[in-house]
């Protein structure tokens, strides 16, 4: 998510992961099955890395699925060996199995321990991954030459893994957003809520169509909007709140993306959370939408009426503190007096 997917290793891929350290693999292929990561395939060494490498390596690229290869080099550092992290990722795979990859990359490599990872390369056809491909990317990183787009992408995740888990408070995505088609009955559907023929319109994901189709139009006003929050799915909401503020009459489109936390799983999480910039850009720059508020919520109960007024019209604290004199030492001061010039003296009182 770094929206963060909450994949960890299992203890056993951990006591590998001891081992390959100290020497004892040349290769670990790992995957993510059942929301862990495993290992999917191990080699130990046979002859000198080079000559390891593509016998190796190469037959365990599938063309659709993605996946992480670990493999150790001959040379060492303070920590131990050296390895290569490969993140493949081919073309032709779903999104969100590129999604799910890309998310918890960071995690696989603070499990394994970052310090043993000499260079860290991205592919999405075997010529990137190659030995061939692994030394040209050695001659690009030593060089000014533009890079590969293969290696572009790379330098955005790492500059997208820097951002990540700045603070507990800090929100970041991760993920560039992905901007899956949007259904014509869900277009029509907000169309006629920008024109007031509808108030609410509520908006889902086909997981497996990869597109954002129409959910329902059911006709809500603001004490039924609580009851239209699923608590077991996330949901896209297009409420238009009708209310009034200073005296006057407005009726206000409100963004509500509603996400029940960790009922729903890694890949629905991820999914609705990368796709809904794409999405809110698509309502404002080409259905002309304007959005009063953009909201995140995890249950249904927050909207309230106090709540949904707040969000609207926040309080505005348009006062400023005085500022205060402060106070001189205490005991006596003695005379005031003006800043006397140099010519001048003192005359003693009386």
């Not at 491909?133 to 330098?155: D, F, H, M, N, V």
């Not at 907000?190 to 007031?196: D, G, S, V």
């Not at 169509?209 to 896209?236: G, H, Q, S």
Request: net charge neutral; charged share 25%.
């Amino acid at each position: 998510m770094s929206h963060q997917t909450g994949i960890q290793a299992s203890g056993s891929v951990k006591d590998i992961f001891v081992g390959a350290r100290n020497g004892q693999y040349r290769l670990l292929k790992i995957v993510i099955d059942n929301e862990q990561l495993v290992v999917g395939s191990s080699r130990q060494p046979v002859g000198s890395w080079e000559k390891d490498y593509d016998s190796f390596i190469l037959p365990l690229l599938e063309d659709k699925q993605p996946c992480y290869i670990l493999y150790r080099l001959d040379s060492q550092n303070a920590q131990g060996y050296e390895w290569i992290f490969i993140a493949w990722s081919p073309d032709h795979s779903p999104v969100r199995q590129k999604m799910l990859y890309a998310a918890t990359r960071a995690t696989l490599k603070k499990e394994f321990g970052g310090g043993h990872i000499k260079d860290e390369v991205f592919g999405t056809v075997q010529d990137d991954v190659s030995l061939n491909g692994y030394k040209k990317y050695l001659i690009s990183q030593s060089s000014p030459a533009p890079l590969t787009a293969a290696e572009e992408e790379l330098r955005q995740i790492k500059i997208n893994e820097v951002q990540a888990d700045v603070g507990v408070d800090t929100k970041h995505q991760t993920l560039q957003g992905v901007a899956f088609p949007i259904a014509k009955d869900a277009i029509q559907a907000l169309e006629k809520l920008k024109n007031k023929k509808l108030n609410y319109v509520q908006l889902q994901i086909d997981m497996k169509n990869e597109t954002i189709i129409l959910a329902n139009t059911f006709d809500t006003e603001l004490k039924d909007l609580p009851k239209r929050v699923p608590k077991d799915a996330a949901r896209y909401h297009f409420f238009l709140y009708k209310h009034t503020h200073e005296g006057d009459y407005l009726e206000s489109i409100i963004f509500i993306y509603s996400m029940p936390g960790y009922t729903c799983s890694i890949r629905e999480r991820m999914l609705y959370s990368s796709c809904k910039s794409p999405l809110l850009e698509i309502v404002e720059t080409q259905l002309w939408m304007q959005i009063a508020r953009k909201i995140e919520i995890d249950n249904g109960d927050e909207l309230t009426a106090d709540f949904l007024y707040e969000e609207v019209h926040p309080k505005q604290h348009a006062y400023k503190q005085s500022f205060a004199k402060p106070k001189g030492p205490a005991g006596k001061r003695g005379i005031r007096r003006l800043i006397r010039g140099p010519a001048e003296t003192e005359t003693p009182s009386d």
